[in-house]
């Protein structure tokens, strides 16, 4: 079932009447359920544009309103804070879903999952993507913080991206315009401006079967590294450019199994952060606090967050 059927089951609210505005749109809509750590509060409204045409629509009510909007993908990369998110938030995951192949080039729906994806390249015998076969977030939210592993990003597989802006404008942006670094681009002092969908270029081909099995080498390196716990957001903390891995820091400073409520240092791997259970927002983000302040006194190194909190982040943008 997907976030957003779990999600839909569980609101007892009906959609509202938008005027103008296809897609559902829902009043104090819970979120927890459309992210992985399974935590944080209410949206304030929630909209699932139909098209870029809703999308439209929805900017120009936020920009009547005043209200600050907020973009949510598969949620696998956020903290949303336990009094939840004021205004309007836009949730990618039911429309923007297609693609379309011409050649070596593949152009990609925004809201596409990147296993999925990674499944679709192995079924043409297309390789270069199975390592996103492992990373449960959407093109757009993967555009937007330069989604990677293995040593590889998207960095290496995209040309272009469209980015529908809250002027009104759809803006098509080369992918060398994008500043792709490690978890980064320019899209990260651009909060408003929503990926709505993406172009890659598609490498060589080989056979599927061989595509699958390099998938699968790279999905068992992977679960023999990182905890299996579904209620996690990833790495929390990017690799400091000059130091040991992020994760090696946090273990060396003692914090392996650090608790605050049922938010815990992994015991398996220390730069993920699982929720036992019941965890707050409010738990995992002193975590996150306490495992900053520690490794910079132990080792004398700033982590920077991967994670993204909600609103903390764009507070003022
Ligand atoms: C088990 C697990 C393993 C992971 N492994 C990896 C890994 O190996 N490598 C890696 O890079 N990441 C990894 N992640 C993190 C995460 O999956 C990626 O960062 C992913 O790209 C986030 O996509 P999302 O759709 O879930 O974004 P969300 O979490 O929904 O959003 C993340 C940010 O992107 C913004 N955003 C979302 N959609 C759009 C859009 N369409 N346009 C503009 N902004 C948007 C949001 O506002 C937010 O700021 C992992 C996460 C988990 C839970």
């Not at 929630?46 to 900017?59: G, H, M, T």
């Not at 049922?262 to 036992?276: E, K, L, T, Y």
Request: charged share 20%; net charge positive; with cysteine.
């Amino acid at each position: 079932m997907s976030g957003w059927r779990e999600a839909a089951a569980l609101a007892e609210s009906s959609p509202l009447a938008w005027p103008g505005v296809r897609g559902p749109v829902f009043a104090d809509y819970p979120l927890a359920p459309l992210t992985t750590w399974k935590v944080g509060g209410p949206a304030r409204y929630l909209a699932v544009p139909s098209d870029l045409e809703d999308v439209f629509q929805l900017f120009r009510r936020a920009g009547v309103e005043g209200w600050p909007l907020f973009f949510l993908g598969r949620g696998s990369n956020v903290l949303i804070a336990d009094a939840g998110l004021p205004g309007l938030t836009l949730h990618l995951a039911r429309a923007f879903q297609g693609w379309e192949r011409r050649e070596d080039r593949w152009r990609v729906g925004a809201g596409v999952s990147l296993p999925r994806l990674a499944r679709q390249a192995a079924a043409w015998g297309v390789s270069g993507f199975e390592f996103l076969a492992g990373i449960p977030g959407t093109v757009g939210g993967a555009v937007r913080l330069n989604a990677g592993a293995h040593g590889r990003s998207l960095a290496g597989l995209l040309t272009r991206v469209w980015v529908a802006t809250p002027g009104l404008h759809l803006l098509e942006l080369p992918a060398g315009e994008l500043e792709l670094g490690y978890r980064s681009s320019r899209l990260l002092s651009l909060p408003h401006w929503l990926v709505v969908e993406a172009e890659f270029r598609l490498p060589a081909e080989a056979s599927p079967a061989a595509v699958r099995q390099r998938m699968r080498e790279l999905l068992t390196a992977r679960r023999a590294r990182q905890p299996s716990h579904p209620r996690t957001c990833g790495s929390v903390f990017k690799n400091p450019p000059a130091a040991a891995a992020a994760g090696y820091l946090i273990e060396a400073a003692g914090l392996k199994g650090r608790r605050r409520g049922d938010a815990q240092v992994s015991r398996r791997h220390a730069n993920f952060i699982i929720n036992r259970g019941q965890a707050q927002a409010g738990e995992i983000q002193a975590l996150i606090r306490e495992v900053e302040e520690e490794v910079r006194r132990r080792h004398g190194v700033r982590l920077e967050r991967e994670v993204v909190f909600l609103p903390g982040d764009y507070a003022g943008k």
